[in-house]
């Protein structure tokens, strides 16, 4: 775990033994699970350390200056939460970008939405082969949970990985959302002209781009964004419309 102990180190994070021990069990399970439930296509070790966890672990750099971190961040002495945070990971697939940041951060208190049950059934059993708590492992769709009352707008920190396009995605991740919190979509390319044809829906939905920041990784060419968004308002209720409308007919 020598490549994400060192992207992390330059992402503000000081990685321990327990930590990189805690990824090594997560890499060795993801492909002992991926031979038959196809998690992810990246399996390579050096690869799942950069384009998985250290990926993951980029959302940090959404979060320094936030009221999220704890001042001891400012003076370099590793980053930590300054109060245990509620979190959702919308479209979770194996993990990511959720539970990377769980080890990192413990305190964090993680919802990890998945509609696929093989997913979610490997999401299970890593969350406990890791002996994470306060991780809840959810099967659904975004469109059903921001209809929820115990879902809709309680989450402090909103976050998706490669679930959809930016219009949709916001349809998504907003409802979820509590007034003042944050929503991070990871991005590769084009993150400007991405936001920008969802400018309409991230307004309508009570959101607002607070910023994109790049994102470079150790031992990756491309650059990756990171698209901040901040709630600033109620999402009216009919929003998320029902399963699947999102997608059919983008705001
Ligand atoms: N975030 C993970 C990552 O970056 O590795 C998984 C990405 S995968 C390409 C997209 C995942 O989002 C799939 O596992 C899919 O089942 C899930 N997904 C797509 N739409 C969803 C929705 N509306 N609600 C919940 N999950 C959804």
Known sequence: MKLLREGARQLGLDLTQEHLQAFQVYYEELIAWNAKFNLTAITEYEQVQIRHFLDSLSCVKALVGSEYLSPAAAEGRGLHLARPLTCIDVGSGAGFPGLPLKIV?????LTLLEATGKKVTFLEHIVERLGLRQVTVLKGRAEELGQMAKHREHYDLVLARAV????VLAEYLLPL????????AQKGSDAQAKVASAQRAIAILG??????????????????????????ARTPEKYPRRPGMPTKRPL
């Open 177 to 184: 959302c509590r007034l003042g919190g944050l929503c991070i």
């Open 105 to 109: 951060f413990p305190r964090l208190r």
């Open 207 to 232: 959101g607002r781009l607070k910023k994109i920041i790049p994102v470079e990784l150790t031992g990756l060419a491309e650059t990756r964004y990171l698209v901040v968004l901040e709630k600033t």
């Open 164 to 167: 959809a396009e930016m219009p």
